[in-house]
């Protein structure tokens, strides 16, 4: 398989520096940056696969990066990885161009399959977050879009994503294998239309 060649940009050193042993194994560092700016010049200049962006960074934050990385190097797939849990984040993060959201405490758990994910085309938003974004739908406040294109196993993904649940503990609950979850997952992240929803 492939591995990605990925670009990280954090302003905290040794969080750069973590995530290399990370993802050392998994992935290609091709650089770290730490802020904003220097990160926009390094996508440019070495033409990643995907570049995990933190949304606090100085100089020019991460939403605003993304945007101009979606005009400049529109092929880069963007992971947001941050402290942030609020859903409003996890929303901006996808309008402006993000492929992924993890969370930072979440990054030991999550980031391998994140990166896999987005590297392959798909989603991934970290189960934390994504529960409080399907609590309006769950509650009937909200409808899907398109929910009806949900098959019945699908449905119960859903509901159990509206739990909290990870990608691994949904595939166990219901006696699937972890990618068909995983691509459960993805197809109702997609379905709630983040990345084309207007502020």
């Keep these: 398989m492939t591995r990605p060649r990925i670009l990280l940009a954090d302003d905290h ?39 995990l962006l933190d949304i606090s960074m100085p100089v020019m934050n991460g939403f605003e990066v993304a945007r101009q990385l ?33 969370l930072k405490r979440s990054a030991a758990t999550e980031l391998i399959q994140a990166v896999q994910m987005v590297f392959e085309g798909r989603p991934y938003a970290t189960p934390v977050v994504v529960k409080d974004l399907l609590r309006p739908l769950v509650d009937g406040a909200i409808k899907l879009g398109d929910a009806d294109a949900l098959s019945p ?41 983040l990345q084309r929803g207007s502020s």
Excluded: W
Excluded at 19 to 29: A, N, S, Y
């Design 13 to 51: 050193r040794l969080m750069l520096e973590g995530l290399q042993r990370l993802l050392h194994d998994h992935c290609e560092v091709v650089g770290a940056v730490e802020d904003g700016r220097a990160a926009v010049e390094a996508a440019q200049q070495l033409r990643p696969d995907l570049i």
């Design 70 to 102: 979606k005009s400049c190097v529109p092929e880069c797939k963007i992971i947001f990885l941050t402290m942030h849990a609020d859903p409003m984040y996890a929303t901006e993060a996808f309008r402006a161009g993000g492929a992924g959201y993890i």
């Design 153 to 193: 196993q699908a449905q119960e993904v859903l509901r159990l994503m509206a739990e909290g649940r990870s990608g691994t503990e949904i595939a166990g609950a219901l006696n699937i294998p972890v990618g068909a979850a995983a691509r459960d997952i993805s197809k109702i992240i997609e379905l709630l239309d």
